[in-house]
């Protein structure tokens, strides 16, 4: 038996972070769905489509391939069209496009088969917005991971402002809260907590306390 794993949740609320050390804990495969999905936005952004024209952004997609690949000490890598873009994929522009042209059901429809495929040859832990409601609507076990809208900010200022990046944190906030607007309203599989996924509110919680509360929930549930 293969077990899978969902967490879904806002932008920013530490999803990728937790998911991984949740994974390397369980010796699960470690899935970044969102990575993906920015991967396409990338495509895009370099072809100058805009993210709005639904038109333009089907008409490429059957010549996208995005595909996950592993380095020497097992860091996932995002592969787009052959050629690695991990480290380009994590800037505010491509977080923004992939908000937008995520909620494009030909976008979507690119990665789900390569999602669903993975969690049924590997054990699974898989992130992003609508994985417990549509990508792996049996996973074992579902979390809802969000965190305030300013605690959110607050932490990419720092990730961002760590890479010497210049950033506003009121307009970082800006953003997030606009990104949770076009998640939550998308006609296409929109961000909203599972029915039987366990909410966990990380604002006031470290990166340990959230990954230790989430391996206590997952061993529980398979005594």
């Known amino acids: 038996m293969h077990y899978s794993i969902a967490i879904d949740g806002p932008a920013g609320a530490g999803k990728s972070t937790i998911a ?27 072809k100058g489509i805009d993210g709005h024209d639904t038109q333009a952004i089907e008409a490429e997609c059957p010549g996208i ?9 097992g860091k996932q890598q995002v592969i787009l069209n052959g050629e690695n ?6 800037t505010e522009e491509v977080g923004n496009m992939a908000s937008v042209t995520a909620a494009i059901p030909a976008v979507r429809a690119a990665l ?39 605690v959110r900010a607050r932490r990419r200022y720092l990730e961002l402002t760590e890479k010497g990046e210049t950033c506003d944190l009121s307009q970082i906030e800006h953003d997030i809260i ?3 607007r076009q998640d939550m309203n998308r006609e296409i599989a929109p961000l909203k907590q599972a029915e039987d996924a366990l909410l966990v509110d990380s604002s006031d919680m470290s990166i340990e306390e959230v990954a230790d509360a989430v391996i206590a929930e997952f061993h529980n549930r398979k005594q």
């Open 20 to 46: 991984k050390r949740i994974a390397s804990e369980l010796g699960f495969i470690y899935v970044d769905t969102g990575a993906m999905y920015r991967a396409m936005a990338l495509y895009f952004l370099r």
């Open 65 to 73: 391939k995005v595909s996950l690949a592993y380095d020497e000490e």
């Open 85 to 90: 873009v991990t480290p380009y994929i994590r």
């Open 112 to 150: 789900l088969d390569l999602q669903r495929g993975m969690a049924e040859t590997s054990d699974i832990l898989m992130d992003g917005r609508d994985i417990g409601t549509h990508v792996l609507p049996g996973a074992f076990l579902k979390i809802y991971l969000t965190a305030s809208p300013q």
């Open 178 to 180: 606009e990104r949770d």
